[in-house]
């Protein structure tokens, strides 16, 4: 899932690890996962473009550097609203 609310995968961050063996780790910045490992970043574009983020990990990930929603997320559900948004008190 991008974190500047565009569905598209392309718009998608990836970070790089290369491993002892001398493959690569492609990890989405979003979700923290590794998506693939291959022995160069071209063996990676086809996984990436694949990958969507699972929303639980995404807001395991917010609530313990304090930003976003402050309820669990109900899957299935992208929508978040804050406490008071549209409060009509």
Known sequence: MPMNGDDSPSQQEFSYRTNDDGSIDSICMACY??????????????????????????????????IGPTTTPVPGDLVWLSPTADRTD
């Open 33 to 66: 996962r590794t998506i693939a490992s291959a022995i160069s970043k071209v063996g990676l574009a086809d996984e990436e473009r694949k990958h969507t983020c699972n929303p639980e990990d995404v807001f395991r990930l917010n609530s313990a550097r304090g």
